[in-house]
């Protein structure tokens, strides 16, 4: 492996819009392309292979990789312009790398086949936004979206921390900040700590990881911020339940009266395969936090959440994951199989029945 095959491989992935890279010893790279996972016919990876990719990935980013790092997330951009996030890892005792492609324009939302009402979603003075989802299921998209939105349309100071920087922001009527966690500070909790004297508008956290962060953005939103943040959570419920759980048992009736109060929306996604299994498309659960769904979180009633979310939809243009699916399939967007694939729900087939 020299620089050139590396960049080659890379540049071919990123022209073909492969969504990830994987690169392992003893095999040959893999790329992801429409979510499934193909075997290239390139040569099978030694171990100098991939430690030379590891090295050249932190030689990109100034830094050496750690002699006693066992995973170790960083970022690599090709002199075209293209970007990757980067995580390193150990297995079965040699450097295993896969690289993610991150776009090389940051989408509307219309281009990305998002509900418009996440433009009214980013007018909130302050609180908390969270846009949640497995891995590889467009979070990081839909908030990199949701930011430039903001940054297009209103002149605020916005401050991201992100492990590594993903997209990369221009300003436009907003000012931008970009912080690198172990490259401009060194974790999220001393960066939130540091945003609040940065006259901020809103700050962007890339995950919510530990309690302290998650904290530490419920400060910020208490005290006036609009905050965003992701987690790897199925739906509303389950992030509130992976929120709250951080915490004690006799900090958490707090914490949700705390959440209750400050919790502006919850974007939650999956991507599914189109009909003809050419495209992923988003199917995405939009909550927005009425007074009623307030009481259910104070309360600990995560299960009557879906509920409001669905009788709210006209008024407050909302929807559940079940209501966009059936969308979808009525539209012939989707078939019922990837529907069904997708729902949580034992009854998807009854409520597109009876629609």
């Known amino acids: 492996m020299d620089t050139k095959t590396l960049n080659q491989i890379l540049e071919i992935a990123f022209a073909k819009r492969v969504s990830d890279i994987h690169f392992e010893v003893d095999n040959p790279p893999f790329f992801r392309a429409h979510g499934q996972l193909l075997r290239s016919k390139l040569a ?10 590891a090295a050249k990935i932190m030689e990109k ?9 066992t995973e170790f997330d960083a970022s690599y951009a090709l002199d075209n312009g293209g970007r990757f996030r980067v995580s390193i890892f150990k297995q079965r005792g040699h450097i295993g790398i896969v690289m993610r492609v991150i776009p090389p324009d ?30 590889g299921n467009g979070k990081s998209t839909t908030l990199a979206a949701m930011i430039n939105h903001i940054n297009e349309k209103f002149a605020y100071n916005i401050i991201t921390i992100e492990d590594p920087i993903e997209f990369l922001f221009t300003s436009a009527k907003s000012c931008i900040v970009q912080r ?3 490259i401009d500070t060194a974790d999220f909790s001393s960066a939130l700590k540091a945003s609040l004297r940065m006259d901020p508008d809103v700050i962007m956290v890339g995950e919510l ?6 904290d530490s953005c419920i400060k910020a939103s208490e005290t006036g ?7 790897h959570t199925q739906n509303t419920a389950t992030t509130i339940n992976r929120i709250i759980g951080h915490f004690p048992p006799e900090s958490q009736e707090i914490m949700r009266h705390r959440l209750a109060d400050i919790l502006v929306a919850t974007v939650s996604l999956r991507l599914v395969e189109d009909q003809k299994g050419e495209n992923l498309i988003p199917v995405v659960e939009v909550m927005r936090t009425t007074t009623t769904i307030q009481a259910c979180i104070r309360d600990g009633n995560l299960d009557e959440i879906e509920g409001h979310i669905e009788k709210g939809a006209a008024q407050y243009q909302m929807q559940s994951m079940d209501q966009h699916l059936i969308q979808l399939c009525n539209n012939n967007v989707i078939t019922m199989k990837e529907a069904k694939r997708v729902s949580n729900s ?7 029945t009876f629609t």
């Open 44 to 53: 099978k990876l030694k171990p100098a292979d991939t430690e030379f990719i």
């Open 61 to 69: 980013n100034s830094r050496n990789l750690p002699d006693d790092f």
């Open 106 to 135: 940051i989408g509307k939302f219309e281009e990305l086949k998002l509900p418009a009402v996440l433009g009214e979603i980013v007018k909130a003075p302050n609180g908390l936004i969270l846009v949640t989802g497995p891995t």
């Open 180 to 182: 690198e966690v172990k």
């Open 209 to 214: 990881r530990d309690v302290e962060t998650i």
């Open 225 to 231: 911020h609009l905050v965003f943040s992701t987690l």
């Open 346 to 352: 034992m009854d998807l087939e009854r409520k597109l």
